[in-house]
T-cell receptor
Framework: GQQLNQSPQSMFIQEGEDVSMNCTSSSIFNTWLWYKQDPGEGPVLLIA?????ELTSNGRLTAQFGITRKDSFLNISASIPSDVGIYFCAGQRYGNKLVFGAGTILRVKS | EAGVAQSPRYKIIEKRQSVAFWCNPI?????LYWYQQILGQGPKLLIQ??????VDDSQLPKDRFSAERLKGVDSTLKIQPAKLEDSAVYLC???WGLGGLAGVMGTDTQYFGPGTRLTVL
């Protein structure tokens, strides 16, 4: 099936540092989404991107839809302890079917 | 607004046994999804319902998995018989199920429940 390559697999950073993660695909998507999943919970939508080249912010989070429509990245500025969790990218085509990456585990050292 | 409800939260069974999961979507949401999330992986769509009809079940192992949404509201997912590799978190999600341009644009946000963690021994 469709694969999304998400990197890095995990990160261990100092509180206050900026974080970057990205997602690439061999196929084009119409929408890119970034979710966060806390332990024992379902994924929660952070940012949705609908147009190639789009740059969208949500507080300390910034995400971009790559111009080739095959990639996206997420930046978190000035990380805090509650940023800990697993971040998933997801690509979406017509009909709402989501394809998820394997996730980036974020650990923050306070 | 109440979120997506799922039960049970945890289930441990032995292989070859049967198990069922229940999902109650957000009120008014027409579309309901069941995902399987294996440890260390992202969620994978098993089946998508629009009201009480199946839209996509291409990745549902139909020899052992079944799902229904008879009245177009809540849904059950069943595994019979379970295998060791079925150990995973089963997530339910729902969305308004917007048609037309919103569907094409992919702006129909999916809201996830907390999941049911299944362990098959």
């Amino acid at each position: 099936g469709q694969q999304l390559n998400q990197s890095p697999q995990s990160m261990f950073i100092q509180e206050g540092e900026d974080v970057s993660m990205n997602c690439t695909s061999s196929s084009i998507f119409n929408t890119w989404l970034w979710y966060k999943q806390d332990p024992g919970e379902g994924p929660v939508l952070l940012i949705a991107l609908y147009k190639a080249g789009e740059l969208t912010s949500n507080g300390r989070l910034t995400a971009q839809f790559g111009i080739t429509r095959k990639d996206s990245f997420l930046n978190i500025s000035a990380s805090i302890p509650s940023d800990v969790g697993i971040y998933f990218c997801a690509g979406q085509r017509y009909g709402n079917k989501l394809v998820f990456g394997a996730g980036t585990i974020l650990r923050v050292k306070s | 607004e109440a979120g997506v409800a799922q039960s049970p939260r945890y289930k441990i069974i032995e292989k070859r046994q049967s198990v069922a999961f229940w999902c109650n979507p957000i009120s008014g949401h027409a579309t309901l999804y069941w995902y399987q999330q294996i440890l260390g992986q992202g969620p994978k769509l098993l089946i998508q319902f629009q009201n009480n009809g199946v839209v996509d079940d291409s990745q549902l192992p139909k020899d052992r998995f079944s799902a229904e949404r008879l009245k177009g509201v809540d849904s059950t997912l069943k595994i019979q018989p379970a295998k060791l590799e079925d150990s995973a978190v089963y997530l339910c999600a729902s969305s308004w199920g917007l048609g037309g341009l919103a569907g094409v644009m992919g702006t129909d946000t999916q809201y996830f429940g907390p999941g049911t963690r299944l362990t098959v021994l």
